[in-house]
């Protein structure tokens, strides 16, 4: 009865919304900016210029709605895109993570630490488990591609790499691709990743070569993470499937205490 109660509230909400309200990027500046960006021409407003300091990695957790982010220093934080407000939901969760994505199939995080290590992380309670110490190294950002079940991983000097999230096994997608991108993100409208270099240049990748394409060499500058925010339609199929996927291998409380 619960779920038909979510799943209404859901319909309602999206029927009176608009697309564009949801379809975008959201990059964190490394001091406490919250930027939302449009993925077409690298335009952004900004959210907060007092959220949670020096997060290195973000990912939308479309099962309850909110972004989550790594500090690099332990600290996992749930983090309100409307207002750029947050909780902490661990501090001594896993050490040095640069990179971190959402993986809408199972309802965890994946976070890469930089040296090849793959980990999966709970964002109920931060707990985590090692998927891999021997997966690619020097990855500076990550995404995860729903569309085939794969993590994306940018390597800091023109590496594009296919990561299985099962065991950290990989190959090469390219060694020529776009360099030092700080923040990567998988836009299941349009199928594209969307890279940001940290100094104001936003990018259409293209997962299957690594090609791309500048969409704004004048976006927002200094990003140092970045995810991406679906349309209400797509939202919709990925809510649903969390609350099932939860309801499958979760029996414990998902509340904050």
């Known amino acids: 009865m619960r779920s038909k109660s979510i799943l209404a509230a859901v319909m309602v909400i999206l029927f009176v919304i608009s697309p564009s309200a949801f379809a975008s990027l959201y990059g964190m500046h490394g001091n406490k ?23 290195s990695g973000l990912a939308y957790n479309s099962s309850d709605g909110y972004l989550y982010g ?22 001594n969760s896993i050490r040095s993570i640069s990179t971190l994505s959402y993986n809408s199939s199972d309802g965890y995080l994946y976070g890469m630490d930089g040296n090849k290590g793959l980990f999966q992380i709970d964002p109920v309670d931060g707990s985590y488990n090692t998927v891999s110490l021997n997966s690619v190294g020097s990855i500076s950002a990550l995404a995860y591609n729903s569309s085939n079940g794969y993590l994306y991983g940018m390597h800091g000097n023109k590496g594009l790499f296919q990561i299985d999230p099962a065991d950290g096994s990989y190959n090469t997608v390219s060694l020529n691709s776009i360099r030092s991108i700080s923040g990567l ?19 259409q990748i293209d997962p299957a070569d690594g090609s791309y394409n500048a969409v704004s060499l004048n976006s927002v500058g200094s990003i140092s993470a970045l995810t991406y925010v679906p349309e209400p339609a797509t939202l919709l199929l990925l809510s649903l499937g969390g609350l099932m996927m939860r309801r499958r291998h979760r029996g414990k409380d998902k509340s904050f205490v």
């Open 33 to 55: 900016g919250l930027f939302q960006i449009d993925p077409a021409d690298g335009s952004y407003n900004t959210v907060s210029l007092n959220s949670i300091r020096s997060i």
């Open 70 to 91: 790594m500090d690099g220093n332990k600290g996992l934080f749930q983090i309100d895109p409307v207002d750029g407000s947050y909780n902490t939901v661990n501090l």
């Open 185 to 203: 993100a998988y836009n299941s409208s349009d199928e594209y990743l969307y890279g940001m270099d940290g100094n104001k240049g936003l990018f």
